[in-house]
């Protein structure tokens, strides 16, 4: 090796060497090794809708790290890697740049792929997924089956957000501010036909089952049971005056019933329309819809609106007989609850908001202990529990017993019952879009819906269509659409809706056990034998949505006999976000940085190590381009430490005897301290403190110079450290600069791959510091601090602090009670 060799750190030459070598090598393909205990690692996998940026890669870093490190500690780790390829955002990235899905989503696969090697992720490549491929999205099909067979997929009529230029389905995310997020043309209302499955057949499983998930963070499943939002109350009618209708409402608050002055129909409840036929209000009702339509559901809950149209109609409070305006207002909705409630200005602020906009009576019928609201001037509904007052023959019960006994009574009159509902709502799954899995059912004039036969799958979306961005693509496609009836044999029309892009990612987390199987989805034994996944990775913005629905599904398919489990992750990890300038990185702010650009100046290690050193793995972090440069220097520090003084390694080093004083002994302890360190920090997700572990470990072999190392005599044993020392430094870089550690590894001349060595253990002797410094305190303040040696008895720490100087002068007059010793911590003389 020449000076300039071993001088010089050239990343980008090492790096491209490791990869493919390692690819030839297939060492990170998935071992099937039943003697060692299994660790299924997984990342939420990428939308290929364009590049990977730096954000992206800080979370598949951690994966790699955390796989990488359970690979060392003797696992037989399963880490894959695919693509979420079907759905709006591939469709969305396609459309912007007008190319067909298929072409553009191929392109941004090949190029996500080519990022990933190159920052030399250990996934085992060979059980990719793509979700766009018939390969897998048969399977999607199959499952539909699977569920209509049970009753749990389901065709409805249901209200959707609607750009009537687009002729497109908007989600409520896609269509903010009333607009449709592709042409900015308003958003309208639609009753359409959709496609369901029936979650909330399983609300209280997903509900309850969340007890088991005790390695979640707390936030995510308050998220869950926050959605599902189950609650216990009285459902009851109130008869419309003078008519045949009733209106039934749910409410958790039964106590409050006597306190009802107004209700309130969402603007689609299909009684609106019956109150008001023929009648004056029917125009004005129906130009409140039409501006009503305007807004999505998430602003309708938002906002406290206090926008509405009374219908001219009554209804009938159960409880006391009294006739009260019936009103429609955009702050209910059909989809919760019975589309209708009971409004309570008194006791529920938005109710007594719209109360006093619209001028509508306000009753309390609640009142805290020792206090009187007063209606007239009430600025905030009260919530809490009370005494009932103005409530008939409840008036003087606490308010908690008045909800039994006034639940009761509407039950004995046959008014009301009790009820459990939830919040939760079967999940739309049928899409007016291209680019998705083809639902497989076909219409027949004769047989109606029929589903296609498992034999016939799949049902291959076409790809050799010119694409339409209006999502006409399917519905005017008619190779695809004409086929014919399985059961009558008549010609018959395809379904032209496509599945969500959500039910890919509910399963792709199983087939990755078993990628290959052409004749299951999974083989159970597989499926069985590496799941549930061990480790999930991913961010907290798919709390409801993805992690959800895989609950779902994982549910379903134990149901179905196809699993032994019915959870799909035992542990979720959800990262922070990575930002630049304080801001999420995105096109149109202009602050997107991607690997493409930073590893050609830097390398892909210095960009990984950088992504993990920056703030704890489940905090925000900024990303400053002159951090990296800091990260790039400790990286090449530790190449000169190591591959710089390679001709003072001892391979020998664990046969040479120790020695006990002097610098190799306090080398040893900073080596052992930062062994013990590192493996603490990665298993609480802290990687930036265990790169600063590090760190200080290469400030200690730098500081040891080569007279040193070359001066046995002078310096006993410091060859023998140094050799231990570098040797375990490669080991601990491993999981973080995986490909400096390997060039490393091989310049001491080791053959196996560093990356199939064992993780380091520490020596807790070697750790030991020497010398620790002891608080002292009086009374709990601290008084002294006091340097001993590193295991001094509790007897010696207490003699020393007594006849600490410092801490007596604040024992003058004062009696000692106790002493608290904490060895080499602490020593609290208590005194009065």
């Known amino acids: 090796m020449t000076v300039e060799d071993r001088d010089h750190y050239n990343p980008q030459a090492i790096e491209a060497k490791w990869q493919e070598r390692w690819e030839k090598a297939g060492i990170y393909r998935t071992p099937e090794d039943a003697t060692r205990p299994k660790f299924y690692c997984l990342e939420m996998f990428p939308y290929p809708s364009g590049d990977v940026h730096v954000g992206h890669v800080r979370n598949y870093s951690i994966g790699d790290v955390v796989a990488r490190y359970h690979r060392m500690k003797g696992f037989s780790v399963l880490y894959p890697m695919g693509f979420d390829a079907f759905g709006q955002p591939a469709e969305a990235a396609a459309v912007k740049r007008q190319r067909h899905p298929a072409e553009w989503t191929y392109e941004c696969i090949d190029r996500m792929r080519r990022q990933f090697r190159a920052l030399g992720n250990s996934y085992d490549w060979d059980r990719e997924v793509v979700t766009c491929d018939p390969g897998y999205y048969r399977w999607n099909q199959w499952f539909f089956l699977k569920f209509l067979e049970r009753g749990l997929a389901y065709r409805a009529k249901a209200p959707v957000n609607w750009c009537p230029k687009c002729q497109f389905v908007l989600s409520d995310e896609e269509a903010q501010g009333g607009k449709c997020w592709r042409c900015d043309g308003p958003v309208t209302k639609q009753e359409r036909e959709q496609w369901f499955f029936r979650i909330t057949e399983y609300a209280d499983r997903l509900l309850d089952d969340l007890e088991k998930l005790n390695e979640w963070p707390e936030r995510v499943r308050v998220m869950q049971a926050n959605w599902i939002g189950r609650s216990e109350g009285v459902e009851f009618d109130l008869q419309v005056a003078g008519r045949e209708e009733k209106i039934r409402v749910f409410t958790t608050r039964i106590d409050t019933i006597f306190g009802v002055t107004y209700v309130v129909l969402a603007p689609e409840h299909p009684l609106v329309d019956k109150l008001v036929a023929g009648s004056p209000k029917a125009a004005e009702v129906a130009a409140y819809r039409e501006k009503v339509a305007a807004r999505t559901n998430v602003e309708r809950v938002a906002e406290a609106s206090k926008d509405g149209v009374p219908l001219g109609v009554n209804a009938i409070n159960p409880a006391n007989g009294e006739?009260?305006?019936?009103?429609?207002?955009?702050?209910?909705?059909?989809?919760?609850?019975?589309?209708?409630?009971?409004?309570?200005?008194?006791?529920?602020?938005?109710?007594?908001?719209?109360?006093?906009?619209?001028?509508?009576?306000?009753?309390?019928?609640?009142?805290?202990?020792?206090?009187?609201?007063?209606?007239?001037?009430?600025?905030?509904?009260?919530?809490?529990?009370?005494?009932?007052?103005?409530?008939?023959?409840?008036?003087?019960?606490?308010?908690?017993?008045?909800?039994?006994?006034?639940?009761?009574?509407?039950?004995?009159?046959?008014?009301?019952?009790?009820?459990?509902?939830?919040?939760?709502?079967?999940?739309?799954?049928?899409?007016?879009?291209?680019?998705?899995?083809?639902?497989?059912?076909?219409?027949?004039?004769?047989?109606?819906?029929?589903?296609?036969?498992?034999?016939?799958?799949?049902?291959?979306?076409?790809?050799?269509?010119?694409?339409?961005?209006?999502?006409?693509?399917?519905?005017?496609?008619?190779?695809?659409?004409?086929?014919?009836?399985?059961?009558?044999?008549?010609?018959?029309?395809?379904?032209?809706?496509?599945?969500?892009?959500?039910?890919?990612?509910?399963?792709?987390?199983?087939?990755?056990?078993?990628?290959?199987?052409?004749?299951?989805?999974?083989?159970?034994?597989?499926?069985?034998?590496?799941?549930?996944?061990?480790?999930?990775?991913?961010?907290?913005?798919?709390?409801?949505?993805?992690?959800?629905?895989?609950?779902?599904?994982?549910?379903?398919?134990?149901?179905?006999?196809?699993?032994?489990?019915?959870?799909?992750?035992?542990?979720?990890?959800?990262?922070?976000?990575?930002?630049?300038?304080?801001?999420?990185?995105?096109?149109?702010?202009?602050?997107?940085?991607?690997?493409?650009?930073?590893?050609?100046?830097?390398?892909?290690?210095?960009?990984?190590?950088?992504?993990?050193?920056?703030?704890?793995?489940?905090?925000?972090?900024?990303?400053?381009?002159?951090?990296?440069?800091?990260?790039?220097?400790?990286?090449?520090?530790?190449?000169?430490?190591?591959?710089?003084?390679?001709?003072?390694?001892?391979?020998?080093?664990?046969?040479?005897?120790?020695?006990?004083?002097?610098?190799?002994?306090?080398?040893?302890?900073?080596?052992?301290?930062?062994?013990?360190?590192?493996?603490?920090?990665?298993?609480?997700?802290?990687?930036?403190?265990?790169?600063?572990?590090?760190?200080?470990?290469?400030?200690?072999?730098?500081?040891?110079?080569?007279?040193?190392?070359?001066?046995?005599?002078?310096?006993?044993?410091?060859?023998?450290?140094?050799?231990?020392?570098?040797?375990?430094?490669?080991?601990?870089?491993?999981?973080?600069?995986?490909?400096?550690?390997?060039?490393?590894?091989?310049?001491?001349?080791?053959?196996?791959?560093?990356?199939?060595?064992?993780?380091?253990?520490?020596?807790?002797?070697?750790?030991?510091?020497a010398e620790v410094t002891v608080v002292v305190q009086v009374n709990g303040r601290l008084r002294d601090r006091l340097t001993v040696p590193a295991g001094t008895p509790r007897e010696e720490l207490e003699k020393m602090a007594l006849a600490s100087e410092r801490a007596r002068a604040h024992l003058e007059g004062k009696t000692i009670g106790q002493v608290v010793v904490v060895p080499d911590r602490l020593v609290n003389i208590v005194a009065k």
Not at 456 to 471: Q, R
Not at 495 to 513: G, H, V
Not at 591 to 618: C, K, Q, S
């Open 323 to 769: 006739e009260i305006p019936i009103w429609t207002a955009d702050y209910v909705l059909l989809e919760y609850g019975t589309g209708a409630i009971m409004a309570v200005p008194a006791h529920d602020q938005r109710d007594l908001e719209f109360a006093r906009a619209k001028g509508l009576p306000v009753r309390v019928v609640i009142q805290p202990p020792g206090v009187t609201l007063d209606p007239e001037t009430m600025e905030s509904a009260y919530v809490e529990a009370g005494v009932q007052t103005n409530s008939g023959q409840f008036d003087g019960l606490p308010s908690e017993e008045a909800k039994e006994k006034i639940a009761d009574w509407l039950e004995q009159r046959g008014v009301g019952e009790r009820r459990v509902n939830y919040r939760l709502r079967d999940w739309l799954v049928s899409r007016q879009r291209y680019w998705g899995t083809p639902i497989p059912v076909v219409y027949c004039d004769q047989c109606g819906m029929a589903p296609v036969p498992e034999s016939d799958l799949p049902v291959v979306l076409p790809t050799d269509l010119p694409f339409a961005a209006t999502g006409e693509a399917l519905p005017s496609a008619e190779s695809f659409v004409v086929t014919t009836c399985p059961k009558c044999g008549r010609e018959a029309r395809r379904e032209t809706d496509t599945m969500a892009q959500w039910i890919e990612s509910c399963w792709y987390f199983l087939r990755y056990a078993d990628p290959h199987n052409e004749e299951m989805p999974f083989s159970r034994e597989a499926a069985d034998h590496w799941l549930p996944v061990d480790q999930y990775i991913g961010g907290i913005e798919h709390a409801v949505l993805h992690l959800l629905y895989s609950r779902f599904f994982t549910k379903v398919l134990y149901d179905l006999g196809l699993i032994g489990f019915d959870e799909p992750f035992a542990r979720l990890f959800t990262q922070g976000m990575l930002l630049k300038d304080g801001a999420a990185m995105s096109k149109s702010r202009g602050n997107v940085v991607g690997p493409d650009e930073v590893i050609p100046r830097y390398g892909a290690d210095a960009l990984r190590t950088y992504d993990l050193f920056l703030a704890p793995a489940d905090q925000e972090a900024d990303w400053k381009e002159g951090g990296i440069e800091g990260v790039a220097r400790f990286l090449q520090r530790a190449w000169r430490a190591v591959a710089g003084r390679a001709a003072h390694f001892d391979r020998d080093w664990r046969t040479r005897p120790k020695v006990e004083a002097g610098k190799a002994v306090s080398l040893r302890r900073r080596l052992h301290q930062t062994i013990h360190r590192v493996t603490d920090d990665i298993e609480r997700w802290h990687f930036n403190t265990a790169i600063s572990a590090m760190m200080e470990l290469v400030n200690a072999l730098t500081e040891v110079d080569d007279a040193a190392l070359s001066d046995e005599k002078a310096n006993p044993g410091l060859r023998t450290a140094y050799s231990e020392a570098c040797e375990e430094l490669c080991k601990l870089l491993a999981p973080f600069a995986p490909h400096l550690a390997e060039e490393l590894w091989e310049r001491l001349g080791m053959e196996k791959s560093v990356h199939l060595e064992t993780w380091p253990r520490w020596d807790t002797e070697a750790a030991r510091e």
